[in-house]
């Protein structure tokens, strides 16, 4: 008896700053995943402490006993590094909120899984199925587009680590504060974007944002990603604002060869020191399996199998055409 869920991760934001009484940010998926399996049998702890909490949580949620979790076992398997701004937390939150639900035979909202994960930690809007202005502490602010533009992003991953918890800080938050009246021009670029549905006026917005943080946590070698975007005219640059990762968003597959090739050639290699080809990404929590039989843990049963993950072959069999492997470097 076990149920398996999965969330996609990110690449950083697209855009971050102080709007209005605190900060804001939109977030994209990507097409890397955190899976947690909920089962029955009895195994030692996963080490994923903000997970097990999430499993807690849940249960609390549908008002089941606190002592169940002592049956159950949670397992992450995730593809997301730690530590480094690609939402590996969130994303192993909110699939462990779907697999424990779904163990039991529960049907969970997005809107309590978000609950779940503010009450843990800061969030981003990955949940979301379109590009969404999420105020991440709170939540108060979820501002859907209705807009979910695809794009390729080359993932540029140091080995440089750094939690939300360390950052994030009363000086931090004045230093967004102080940027407020220029990510006002960034929020509006955005906001245009999303009018006009232009992925352009996209890249431009997460570039600005990106530029901004500079003056928060700079990312080395920034200046010479930004040559290389005007010069090749990428699509953007975004950052993780709080976090170590760089993507370079694209529009078309031809240009991701050419793109590695500047990466790999140039001092940037020497920091980052691996590269990886994504997507966008905004298919949020999915439930991938659910298993059945007889056993009952207090009344409740498991449910039927239902959807499946992400199927990623088009991209493999894009990349390849144009002679690019589709992992990290």
């Not at 990507?30 to 399996?37: D, G, H, K, L, T």
């Not at 939300?164 to 407020?180: K, P």
């Not at 976090?243 to 940037?268: D, F, H, W």
Request: proline fraction near 2%; glycine fraction near 6%.
């Amino acid at each position: 008896m076990k149920a398996v869920a999965s969330c996609p991760g990110s690449c950083g934001e697209l855009i971050q700053g102080w709007l209005g009484d605190s900060q804001k940010l939109v977030s994209y998926g990507i097409n890397r995943f955190s899976m947690a399996e909920v089962s029955l049998k009895e195994t030692s702890k996963t080490g994923h402490l903000k997970a097990e909490e999430a499993l807690r949580r849940t249960l609390t949620c549908f008002d089941l006993p606190s002592e169940v979790s002592s049956r159950l076992s949670l397992t992450i398997n995730s593809d997301l590094p730690v530590a480094k701004g690609m939402a590996s937390s969130t994303a192993d939150i909110a699939a462990t909120c779907q697999a424990v639900a779904a163990f039991f035979g529960k049907q969970i909202s997005r809107d309590q899984i978000i609950e779940i994960c503010l009450a843990i930690e800061r969030t981003d809007s990955i949940l979301f199925p379109t590009l969404t202005l999420f105020e991440q502490r709170t939540g108060s602010i979820r501002e859907q587009s209705g807009w979910a533009p695809l794009f390729y992003v080359l993932v540029l991953e140091p080995n440089e680590t750094l939690t939300t918890e360390v950052f994030h800080s009363t000086e931090t938050d004045r230093l967004f504060y102080q940027q407020r009246k220029q990510f006002i021009e960034v929020h509006q670029r955005y906001q245009h974007a999303v009018k006009k549905q232009s992925l352009k006026f996209l890249g431009e917005a997460a570039t600005q944002s990106a530029v901004l943080n500079q003056n928060i946590l700079p990312k080395p070698y920034f200046s010479e990603l930004l040559k290389f975007q005007q010069y090749f005219k990428w699509l953007g640059i975004n950052v993780a604002h709080s976090g170590s990762v760089v993507g370079i968003m694209l529009e078309t597959v031809e240009e991701i060869k050419e793109a590695m090739r500047v990466i790999q050639r140039s001092k940037l290699s020497e920091w980052y020191s691996k590269i990886s080809v994504h997507h966008s990404f905004y298919g949020g929590v999915q439930l991938l399996e659910v298993g059945r039989n007889n056993e009952k843990i207090n009344g409740c049963r498991s449910i039927q199998r239902v959807g499946e993950n992400d199927d990623s072959t088009w991209l493999d069999e894009t990349l390849a055409k144009a002679g690019v492997q589709n992992s990290a470097l």
